[in-house]
């Protein structure tokens, strides 16, 4: 027996020092399976010479994580190892593997030792497979020199019955030469306005001699594509129809179109915002000047005081926010805001949210602001980036207490199913008319309503929080009536999350 284990060692030890030379890049991968044999872990346990230099990763780096954790760092994408284990397991074949970001191609192959062994061997086969698209590339250059025609030819009487053709793409319509040949333009599956324009233009192409062009739209089998169609006389009996498929020029000069639009409303908001920008800074700094020199040089009541002071603060937070959001706004037209997802401790920033309104609320409002915590637990979290969450609340809650004169503002959140964490803001504020949803979360956009119209603002609160809400995975909802209040709610994953038990009854 100790002869037999010694030959065994002996030779794991050779098969070792073979992977570990081998030229190919090879991980050692031990699987981690439930009581009925099921994988429910792929653990890296090695990597060869080979696969720490062409990824440029230690073996330090990997050793004891999840396979799928490091194989996605890699390549930078989603690898799904499951996937290649399972087809091992009924084909015992290499699959091809396209690192897209790395711009690498790999032959994977696995061998399986034993039970709980596997070893995936990266085979790199960019050469190859950069050759075979250089030898694709010629060939395409070359059929393209030789065929000077465009894609569709026809030859067509002047009845409108074709002749001949040719269809380099053939797959495009998946036709054959008895299936068109000897038919009619009527019967192809033209509609019969455009069968009657076509046959209307071959009488004049054979009579007068001219070149003739019709835009059309067909379908086929893998979808609709547009075509431009010049028709020129051939003899006295027929023409030749040269087709040509103009569907990806139409679809980017309408794509150009539709982002001109958008450009020039873009610019004509950002212009109208720069324009009532200096309007709305100029209102509340000349609340705050004038306030200020008034309680400086006045002898005044306690009660008018405490008036003077709640102006100037609310109009000092105007503005603030006003710069605020325009800096929010230069950074997400930039694309400079980098999501840090770490673990996060919800109660604290949610009491820290709470706290910081809580003496924000003028005193001449009559709010209640309520905070409702659905772990108790202080230890509750997960990973998310907390500097954007407290960015989203800080924004909705200042939102709720702007459109609120009295009643209550509630920040909350729930656990939904152990999976998400459902935050919300809601309000008895003065709510938001319906014919008013679909333009609340455009930029610059300002409701039209008695608050709007006696206070500065940017319009940009609650797109940001859109946007910062779509950072973080998850998605901004609403609901609202008009005279009773306004809430807001955005569900994130639970991403390693802690300090919340689930109760099983």
């Known amino acids: 027996i100790k002869k037999n284990q010694n030959q065994i060692v002996l030779f794991n030890q050779s098969i070792n020092k073979v992977l570990q030379d081998s030229g190919f890049s090879i991980a050692q991968i031990r699987a981690v399976r439930d009581e009925a044999g099921n994988i429910e872990q792929l653990i890296v346990e090695k990597v060869n010479n080979a696969f720490e230099s062409n990824f440029k990763i230690n073996l330090y780096e990997v050793q004891g994580q999840k396979a799928d954790y490091i194989f996605n760092l890699i390549f930078k994408t989603k690898f799904d190892l499951n996937k290649y284990v399972l087809l091992y397991s009924k084909q015992k074949k290499s699959h091809e593997f396209h690192a897209v970001v790395l711009e690498r191609w790999f032959n994977i192959h696995l061998m399986q030792p034993d039970y709980n062994k596997f070893y995936i061997i990266f085979e790199d086969i960019s050469k190859t497979k950069n050759k075979i698209a250089e030898l694709e590339e010629s060939k395409r250059r070359y059929k393209v020199l030789l065929e000077a025609i465009p ?192 673990f996060c401790n919800i109660n604290g920033l949610m009491r820290d949210a709470y706290n910081k309104y809580l003496i924000l609320i003028p005193d001449s409002k009559k709010i209640k602001l309520n905070l409702k915590i659905d772990v108790p637990n202080k230890e509750f979290g997960f990973e998310t980036d907390a500097s954007i969450l407290s960015e989203i609340l800080s924004l909705l809650v200042d939102n709720a207490v702007k459109y609120t004169l009295k009643g209550e503002i509630n920040l909350s959140y729930e656990m939904i199913r152990n999976e998400w964490v ?59 009536t008009p005279g009773k209040g306004s809430k807001f709610w955005f569900s994130l994953p639970f991403k390693n999350g802690k300090g919340f038990l689930a109760v099983v009854k």
């Open 151 to 342: 894609d569709i030819f026809f030859v067509i009487d002047k009845d409108g019955t074709y002749e001949d053709f040719v269809i380099k793409e053939s797959d495009l319509f998946k036709i054959e030469d008895a299936n068109i040949i000897g038919s009619t333009i009527f019967e192809v599956g033209f509609p019969e306005n455009m069968a009657e324009k076509i046959y209307s233009c071959i009488q004049t192409s054979i009579k007068t001699n001219s070149i003739e062009t019709i835009e059309y739209q067909m379908n086929t089998p893998n979808g609709t594509f547009l075509f431009e169609m010049r028709l020129t006389k051939l003899n006295a009996h027929s023409v030749i129809s040269i087709a040509r498929d103009i569907t990806k020029r139409k679809t980017a000069e309408f794509k150009l179109e539709k982002a001109l639009i958008r450009a020039e409303e873009s610019d004509k908001l950002k212009s109208a915002f720069l324009a009532n920008l200096s309007h709305e800074i100029r209102t509340p700094m000349n609340v705050i000047t004038n306030f200020s020199r008034i309680l400086a040089e006045s002898d005044l009541e306690p009660e008018e005081k405490l008036e003077l002071s709640d102006a100037i603060a609310i109009n000092g937070k105007q503005l603030l926010n006003m710069i605020d959001n325009t800096i929010h706004l230069s950074k997400i037209e930039a694309q400079t805001i980098e999501v840090v997802n770490r």
């Open 422 to 480: 459902k935050f919300g803001v809601s309000d008895t504020g003065i709510g938001i008319p319906e014919i008013e949803f679909e333009h609340i979360f455009d930029r610059f956009y300002r409701v039209q309503n008695h608050i709007n119209e006696s206070t500065s603002g940017s319009g940009l609160g609650l797109a940001i929080v859109q946007h910062y809400v779509a950072l973080l995975g998850g998605e901004l909802e609403f609901e609202s």
